[in-house]
């Protein structure tokens, strides 16, 4: 692998001009000859400025940029110039080859379907009329917009149904083309009551509770508000398709900032429709006219962004959703309607495709307008709001509890462990899934023990102290089973 990577170099140096190159052959000489690590690594860098005409050596630059940091440990490092080979440089396909052996591919299962609801009953006024928002609580109770009859269905895990409210109007408690709805921990469900250009509160059993915001641009006022997270410590923000930008209220309705404007650059938007926080607090935005998804911090600073116009894995054509789960997995809905992607994509946390699914269709797990995703507290159970197809599609990761349990599989990698396509944990965090899927245990050499806490037995020890870092080792987990990673 690394001789036709160097043979690969060679070549390339021979119809270079040596004055342009003379940092990435300088990194080439310092890495591969005198394995001064911290030189090559700064010659690598600077030769990126100069290399942009050449993609063939950008590219083999950025590789050996990721190699030289693999070999001195500096894995996050490492991973985000990989990364950059796989977002950036599709067509040069050994290193996008040699890039997925260490951080992964969207080669991982997608989840199962298991059901569909909201649009069998013999009675059409109680279906589901284009469901443009869903979100579940801290109980596993799903919540639907049911936009074109605007009103908010409320639901079991698997789609039975508890109550209603709403009808069409402007007095508080009814709705005008409601969208985007968010749960907070403390029971209340708000709601993004698109065409009145307001947001409404109300207790989880439908009680009216507040509302604010009118048509406008001011702080406070709305144009075509779409879809509202919560913060890690109760704030809203709330994405306005129509003023470009995210505001950011208390839960009562009291404007605290914005940021965002129209435009196809760094922070700004064009028709955004979608918003979501992790755990850490940062923000994410499905600015779905510029075929993007835009990372902020929690005060609405650019960090990152990824996304290009197409069909091929990774591109989007419509990107009306996004969402995350517990581990920091990024779901988005990719819409549209016949000619566009009608699919869901799950990216890692740190933005690489790790699974997709979705055909256009009305078939189990086919899609018309995948318009939202929401995903349970488990993480296992993802729900979409199929839209012109008058539903909501159940998948999940968990697998029937008659199903006997197969090995499981943690990958550790730069602080993290790692379920492959899914799950990443910090260290000292106790796993608690039960999930009965293939996985396997990769370890970095610093850590040699990992703790399997089953009930009614004592906790056992599990000693990697075998396993070289990049090996897998295989452990038999049941439903249940926790493990445990202690800190390095």
Excluded at 289 to 300: D, P, S
Excluded at 311 to 321: E, I, L, S, T, V
Aim: aromatic fraction near 10%; include cysteine.
């Amino acid at each position: 692998m690394i001789i036709a990577v160097l043979v690969s170099l060679t070549s390339i140096r021979l119809i270079a001009a040596d004055d342009t190159n003379s940092s990435f052959e300088q990194g080439m000489l310092e890495e591969e000859a005198n394995h001064r690590l911290d030189a090559a690594i700064r010659n690598y860098r600077d030769s990126l400025s100069y290399l942009v005409t050449n993609r063939q050596m950008l590219a083999t630059a950025v590789f050996r940029l990721a190699e030289c940091y693999r070999k001195e440990g500096k894995i996050s490092e490492a991973r985000m110039q990989y990364r950059r080979i796989l977002r950036d440089f599709p067509d040069q396909t050994n290193l996008v080859r040699i890039s997925q052996e260490t951080v992964g591919a969207a080669t991982n299962a997608p989840p199962a379907f298991v059901l569909s609801f909201g649009n069998a009953n013999p009675d059409p006024t109680n279906n589901l009329a284009f469901p443009g928002g869903i979100a579940v609580d801290a109980s596993g109770l799903v919540y639907v917009s049911d936009t074109h009859n605007n009103r908010i269905q409320k639901f079991g895990a698997r789609g039975e149904y508890i109550t209603q409210w709403g009808a069409k109007g402007t007095n508080a408690g009814s709705f005008d083309y409601p969208q985007g709805i968010a749960a907070d921990r403390n029971g209340h469900i708000y709601i993004a009551d698109t065409h009145n250009h307001r947001i409404q509160k109300f207790n989880e059993d439908g009680t009216f509770v507040a509302q604010w915001g009118k048509l406008g641009s001011k702080p406070g006022e709305f144009n075509a508000p779409y879809s509202i997270a919560i913060q890690p410590g109760g704030n809203l923000l709330v994405i306005e398709a129509h003023n470009y930008r995210v505001q950011k209220f208390t839960p009562e309705g009291v404007v605290l900032g914005q940021f965002g404007a129209s435009g196809n650059g760094r922070g700004q938007f064009d028709l955004p429709k979608s918003i979501a926080v992790d755990q850490a607090g940062n923000i994410y935005v499905a600015d779905t006219r510029n075929k993007r998804i835009q990372k902020f911090t929690a005060e609405g600073s650019y960090i990152d962004e990824w996304g290009t116009y197409g069909k091929a894995p990774g591109q989007f054509d419509q990107p009306h959703d996004v969402a995350l789960d517990p581990w920091g997995n990024i779901y988005v809905a990719d819409a549209d309607g016949p000619d566009h992607n009608n699919r869901v994509q799950i990216f890692f946390n740190d933005e690489i495709l790790a699974a997709t699914w979705g055909s256009f269709g009305g078939g189990p797990g086919q899609f018309n307008f995948a318009a939202r995703v929401a995903i349970d507290p488990s993480g296992l159970n993802i729900y979409v709001c199929d839209a012109a197809n008058n539903r909501v599609e159940l998948f999940s990761y968990d697998s029937p509890a008659d199903e006997p349990s197969k090995e499981a599989q943690y990958v550790y990698i730069d602080g993290l462990v790692t379920i492959p396509g899914r799950y990443p944990y910090t260290n000292g965090m106790t796993l608690d899934k039960g999930i009965k899927m293939a996985r396997g245990v990769t370890v970095e050499a610093a850590v040699t023990k990992v703790t399997l806490i089953r009930e009614g037995e004592n906790p056992a020890t599990l000693d990697l102290k075998a396993v070289q870092r990049g090996q897998t080792k295989d452990v038999e987990l049941k439903p249940g089973d926790r493990v445990h990673v202690p800190e390095r």
